[in-house]
Protein backbone atom coordinates (compact mmCIF):
# COMPACT_ATOMS: atom_id res chain seq x y z
CA UNK A 1 0.00 0.00 0.00
CA UNK A 2 2.71 2.59 1.06
CA UNK A 3 4.89 1.74 -2.48
CA UNK A 4 1.95 2.30 -4.22
CA UNK A 5 1.31 6.08 -2.62
CA UNK A 6 4.98 6.50 -3.05
CA UNK A 7 5.35 5.65 -6.53
CA UNK A 8 2.32 8.35 -7.32
CA UNK A 9 3.72 11.20 -5.65
CA UNK A 10 7.04 10.69 -7.21
CA UNK A 11 5.18 10.88 -10.57
CA UNK A 12 3.50 14.00 -9.81
CA UNK A 13 5.32 16.07 -7.12
CA UNK A 14 8.87 18.40 -7.52
CA UNK A 15 12.45 16.80 -6.17
CA UNK A 16 12.25 18.41 -2.86
CA UNK A 17 8.50 16.99 -2.17
CA UNK A 18 9.33 13.20 -3.43
CA UNK A 19 12.43 13.23 -1.23
CA UNK A 20 10.05 14.20 2.27
CA UNK A 21 7.43 12.02 1.01
CA UNK A 22 9.69 8.69 0.64
CA UNK A 23 11.41 9.47 4.16
CA UNK A 24 7.84 9.87 5.71
CA UNK A 25 7.17 6.34 4.10
CA UNK A 26 10.15 4.94 5.30
CA UNK A 27 9.81 5.77 8.48
CA UNK A 28 6.25 5.01 9.15
CA UNK A 29 7.11 1.73 7.34
CA UNK A 30 9.67 1.30 10.47
CA UNK A 31 7.24 1.92 12.64
CA UNK A 32 4.94 -0.72 12.21
CA UNK A 33 7.62 -3.31 11.89
CA UNK A 34 8.54 -2.40 15.14
CA UNK A 35 5.57 -1.69 17.00
CA UNK A 36 2.44 -3.58 15.26
CA UNK A 37 1.93 -7.19 13.43
CA UNK A 38 0.73 -10.38 14.82
CA UNK A 39 4.29 -11.69 15.36
CA UNK A 40 5.71 -8.91 17.27
CA UNK A 41 6.27 -9.59 21.03
CA UNK A 42 6.35 -7.30 23.36
CA UNK A 43 9.68 -6.82 25.57
CA UNK A 44 9.56 -7.44 29.38
CA UNK A 45 12.01 -7.48 32.30
CA UNK A 46 11.01 -8.76 35.83
CA UNK A 47 12.79 -9.51 38.98
CA UNK A 48 14.66 -12.63 37.77
CA UNK A 49 16.62 -11.06 35.19
CA UNK A 50 19.55 -10.64 38.24
CA UNK A 51 19.27 -14.73 38.97
CA UNK A 52 21.86 -16.84 38.44
CA UNK A 53 19.79 -20.54 37.47
CA UNK A 54 19.51 -20.56 33.75
CA UNK A 55 15.48 -22.11 34.05
CA UNK A 56 15.03 -18.20 35.94
CA UNK A 57 16.59 -16.62 33.83
CA UNK A 58 15.02 -17.92 30.59
CA UNK A 59 11.72 -16.36 32.26
CA UNK A 60 13.01 -12.87 32.91
CA UNK A 61 11.29 -11.53 29.76
CA UNK A 62 7.96 -12.59 30.65
CA UNK A 63 5.02 -10.71 30.59
CA UNK A 64 4.14 -12.37 34.46
CA UNK A 65 5.78 -10.24 37.59
CA UNK A 66 7.72 -13.10 38.68
CA UNK A 67 9.99 -12.56 42.03
CA UNK A 68 12.62 -15.28 42.88
CA UNK A 69 11.73 -17.83 45.97
CA UNK A 70 12.35 -14.71 48.71
CA UNK A 71 11.49 -12.53 51.09
CA UNK A 72 10.91 -9.93 48.92
CA UNK A 73 7.87 -11.94 47.31
CA UNK A 74 6.87 -13.08 50.80
CA UNK A 75 6.37 -9.34 51.98
CA UNK A 76 4.82 -8.49 49.00
CA UNK A 77 2.12 -11.15 49.28
CA UNK A 78 1.38 -10.46 52.69
CA UNK A 79 1.32 -6.76 52.13
CA UNK A 80 -0.46 -7.18 49.74
CA UNK A 81 -2.66 -9.86 51.27
CA UNK A 82 -2.55 -12.44 47.95
CA UNK A 83 -2.11 -15.83 47.62
CA UNK A 84 0.88 -16.78 45.71
CA UNK A 85 1.36 -18.82 42.40
CA UNK A 86 4.56 -20.97 42.76
CA UNK A 87 5.82 -22.55 39.26
CA UNK A 88 8.51 -24.83 39.63
CA UNK A 89 10.86 -26.13 36.77
CA UNK A 90 14.15 -26.89 35.52
CA UNK A 91 15.73 -25.36 31.64
CA UNK A 92 15.80 -29.00 30.30
CA UNK A 93 12.36 -30.14 31.16
CA UNK A 94 9.82 -30.40 28.03
CA UNK A 95 6.60 -29.56 29.16
CA UNK A 96 8.66 -26.09 31.37
CA UNK A 97 9.41 -24.89 27.71
CA UNK A 98 6.16 -25.91 26.56
CA UNK A 99 4.23 -24.08 29.31
CA UNK A 100 6.83 -21.17 29.19
CA UNK A 101 5.85 -20.36 25.40
CA UNK A 102 2.11 -21.14 25.69
CA UNK A 103 1.47 -19.39 28.97
CA UNK A 104 3.57 -17.33 30.61
CA UNK A 105 4.55 -15.61 27.49
CA UNK A 106 1.48 -14.72 26.77
CA UNK A 107 -0.11 -11.27 28.14
CA UNK A 108 -3.71 -12.47 28.57
CA UNK A 109 -2.61 -15.14 30.89
CA UNK A 110 0.25 -12.67 32.52
CA UNK A 111 -2.39 -10.61 33.29
CA UNK A 112 -4.82 -12.93 35.36
CA UNK A 113 -1.81 -14.45 37.23
CA UNK A 114 -0.32 -10.59 38.04
CA UNK A 115 -3.63 -9.43 39.12
CA UNK A 116 -4.55 -12.16 40.94
CA UNK A 117 -1.07 -13.64 42.74
CA UNK A 118 1.95 -12.84 43.82
CA UNK A 119 4.25 -15.02 41.79
CA UNK A 120 7.49 -17.02 42.19
CA UNK A 121 9.17 -19.45 40.37
CA UNK A 122 11.92 -21.72 41.67
CA UNK A 123 14.76 -23.82 39.88
CA UNK A 124 14.28 -27.12 41.46
CA UNK A 125 17.87 -28.41 40.13
CA UNK A 126 18.90 -25.53 42.76
CA UNK A 127 16.04 -25.26 45.57
CA UNK A 128 15.24 -29.46 45.90
CA UNK A 129 13.93 -28.93 49.46
CA UNK A 130 11.48 -26.63 48.07
CA UNK A 131 10.41 -28.91 45.03
CA UNK A 132 10.65 -32.03 47.41
CA UNK A 133 7.59 -30.15 50.03
CA UNK A 134 5.44 -29.07 46.89
CA UNK A 135 5.78 -32.22 44.89
CA UNK A 136 4.80 -34.20 47.78
CA UNK A 137 1.49 -31.63 48.31
CA UNK A 138 0.72 -32.34 43.94
CA UNK A 139 1.24 -36.16 44.42
CA UNK A 140 -1.01 -36.18 47.60
CA UNK A 141 -3.94 -34.10 45.86
CA UNK A 142 -3.53 -35.51 42.23
CA UNK A 143 -2.13 -38.67 42.80
CA UNK A 144 0.58 -38.32 40.48
CA UNK A 145 3.52 -35.37 39.50
CA UNK A 146 5.68 -33.79 37.59
CA UNK A 147 6.87 -30.74 36.13
CA UNK A 148 6.33 -27.74 35.53
CA UNK A 149 5.10 -27.78 39.05
CA UNK A 150 2.49 -25.38 39.56
CA UNK A 151 0.83 -24.54 43.39
CA UNK A 152 -1.59 -21.80 45.02
CA UNK A 153 -0.53 -21.03 48.02
CA UNK A 154 -1.83 -18.75 50.86
CA UNK A 155 0.75 -15.43 52.02
CA UNK A 156 2.00 -18.15 54.75
CA UNK A 157 3.03 -20.39 52.23
CA UNK A 158 0.32 -22.94 53.16
CA UNK A 159 -0.99 -24.98 49.64
CA UNK A 160 -4.08 -25.07 48.25
CA UNK A 161 -3.90 -26.71 44.99
CA UNK A 162 -1.72 -28.08 42.62
CA UNK A 163 -1.13 -29.25 39.10
CA UNK A 164 1.80 -30.12 36.66
CA UNK A 165 1.48 -28.52 33.04
CA UNK A 166 -1.74 -26.36 32.64
CA UNK A 167 -3.18 -25.13 29.06
CA UNK A 168 -3.76 -21.40 28.81
CA UNK A 169 -7.25 -21.13 28.89
CA UNK A 170 -7.18 -23.03 32.02
CA UNK A 171 -4.67 -21.29 34.09
CA UNK A 172 -6.81 -17.68 32.98
CA UNK A 173 -9.96 -19.47 34.35
CA UNK A 174 -8.24 -20.74 37.52
CA UNK A 175 -6.57 -17.55 38.45
CA UNK A 176 -9.35 -15.59 37.49
CA UNK A 177 -11.36 -18.03 40.02
CA UNK A 178 -8.87 -18.19 42.83
CA UNK A 179 -9.12 -14.46 42.54
CA UNK A 180 -12.97 -14.15 43.14
CA UNK A 181 -13.14 -16.89 45.78
CA UNK A 182 -9.97 -14.73 48.00
CA UNK A 183 -12.07 -11.69 47.77
CA UNK A 184 -15.60 -13.73 48.99
CA UNK A 185 -14.74 -16.70 49.99
CA UNK A 186 -11.34 -16.80 51.25
CA UNK A 187 -11.71 -18.77 55.09
CA UNK A 188 -12.46 -21.58 52.57
CA UNK A 189 -9.31 -21.29 50.66
CA UNK A 190 -7.57 -20.96 53.94
CA UNK A 191 -9.48 -23.81 55.67
CA UNK A 192 -8.08 -26.15 52.61
CA UNK A 193 -4.88 -25.17 52.73
CA UNK A 194 -4.64 -25.59 56.61
CA UNK A 195 -6.24 -29.40 55.81
CA UNK A 196 -3.15 -30.51 52.69
CA UNK A 197 -0.62 -29.00 55.44
CA UNK A 198 -2.04 -30.74 58.22
CA UNK A 199 -1.92 -34.24 56.02
CA UNK A 200 1.42 -33.29 54.42
CA UNK A 201 2.64 -32.71 58.44
CA UNK A 202 1.32 -36.27 59.34
CA UNK A 203 2.63 -37.59 56.01
CA UNK A 204 6.15 -37.05 56.42
CA UNK A 205 6.66 -38.03 60.71
CA UNK A 206 5.01 -41.56 59.57
CA UNK A 207 7.36 -43.90 60.07
CA UNK A 208 9.68 -45.64 57.33
CA UNK A 209 10.08 -48.48 59.67
CA UNK A 210 9.95 -52.56 58.85
CA UNK A 211 5.98 -52.21 58.78
CA UNK A 212 4.56 -54.79 57.38
CA UNK A 213 1.87 -53.37 54.47
CA UNK A 214 -1.87 -53.40 55.84
CA UNK A 215 -4.13 -56.35 54.50
CA UNK A 216 -5.83 -55.61 51.14
CA UNK A 217 -3.25 -52.97 50.59
CA UNK A 218 -1.56 -54.36 47.40
CA UNK A 219 -5.42 -55.31 46.40
CA UNK A 220 -6.17 -51.79 46.38
CA UNK A 221 -3.44 -50.51 44.43
CA UNK A 222 -3.94 -53.14 42.32
CA UNK A 223 -7.60 -52.03 41.33
CA UNK A 224 -6.46 -48.25 41.47
CA UNK A 225 -4.30 -48.93 38.33
CA UNK A 226 -6.65 -50.85 36.71
CA UNK A 227 -9.40 -48.42 36.76
CA UNK A 228 -6.74 -45.71 35.31
CA UNK A 229 -5.18 -47.64 33.13
CA UNK A 230 -5.49 -46.26 29.53
CA UNK A 231 -6.58 -49.74 27.03
CA UNK A 232 -5.61 -47.79 23.50
CA UNK A 233 -2.06 -46.38 24.24
CA UNK A 234 -1.02 -47.98 27.35
CA UNK A 235 0.28 -46.26 30.27
CA UNK A 236 -1.91 -44.85 33.12
CA UNK A 237 -4.24 -41.44 32.97
CA UNK A 238 -4.08 -39.17 30.06
CA UNK A 239 -1.57 -36.97 28.72
CA UNK A 240 1.37 -35.89 29.04
CA UNK A 241 2.10 -39.40 30.27
CA UNK A 242 5.44 -39.91 31.86
CA UNK A 243 7.44 -43.52 32.57
CA UNK A 244 6.55 -44.61 35.65
CA UNK A 245 8.90 -47.61 36.55
CA UNK A 246 7.34 -48.53 40.20
CA UNK A 247 4.00 -48.91 38.68
CA UNK A 248 4.87 -51.42 36.35
CA UNK A 249 7.55 -53.15 39.08
CA UNK A 250 4.64 -53.45 41.24
CA UNK A 251 2.33 -54.90 38.70
CA UNK A 252 4.93 -57.46 37.57
CA UNK A 253 5.55 -58.45 41.54
CA UNK A 254 1.76 -58.62 41.75
CA UNK A 255 1.35 -60.88 38.96
CA UNK A 256 4.09 -62.87 40.21
CA UNK A 257 2.32 -63.10 43.88
CA UNK A 258 -1.53 -63.23 42.84
CA UNK A 259 -1.11 -65.28 39.56
CA UNK A 260 -3.30 -62.66 37.89
CA UNK A 261 -2.49 -62.47 33.93
CA UNK A 262 -4.21 -59.34 33.91
CA UNK A 263 -1.28 -57.47 36.00
CA UNK A 264 1.00 -58.78 33.72
CA UNK A 265 -1.00 -58.47 30.44
CA UNK A 266 -1.52 -54.47 31.09
CA UNK A 267 2.90 -54.51 32.21
CA UNK A 268 3.29 -55.67 28.41
CA UNK A 269 0.79 -53.68 26.74
CA UNK A 270 2.57 -50.60 28.53
CA UNK A 271 5.76 -51.58 27.71
CA UNK A 272 4.82 -52.54 24.15
CA UNK A 273 3.43 -48.98 23.69
CA UNK A 274 6.40 -47.34 24.73
CA UNK A 275 8.93 -49.51 22.62
CA UNK A 276 6.86 -48.66 19.28
CA UNK A 277 6.52 -44.56 20.47
CA UNK A 278 9.05 -42.53 21.30
CA UNK A 279 10.68 -43.25 24.22
CA UNK A 280 14.54 -44.79 23.55
CA UNK A 281 17.72 -43.68 22.85
CA UNK A 282 18.78 -41.86 19.31
CA UNK A 283 21.99 -43.35 18.06
CA UNK A 284 23.83 -41.70 15.76
Known amino acids: MFCCIELMLYSKGNMKIKVIISVV ?3 VVM ?4 NGGENNIMKHSNRLKNEKSLYLLQHAENPVDWFPWGKEAFDKARTENKPIFLSIGYSSCHWCHVMADKCFSDEKVAKALNDT ?3 IKVDREMRPDIDYVYMQVCQMLTG ?5 LNVMLTPDLKPFSAATYIPPENLINAARQVGSMWKSEREKLIENANSITSHLYELTQRSTGTETLASGLEDDAWRNLKNIFDPVNGGFGGAPKFPAAHRLLFL ?3 W ?3 DDSEALRIC ?3 ITSMRLGGVYDQLN
Open 25 to 27: VIA
Open 31 to 34: ILNA
Open 117 to 119: FVC
Open 144 to 148: SGGWP
Open 252 to 254: MRY
Open 256 to 258: YRS
Open 268 to 270: EQT
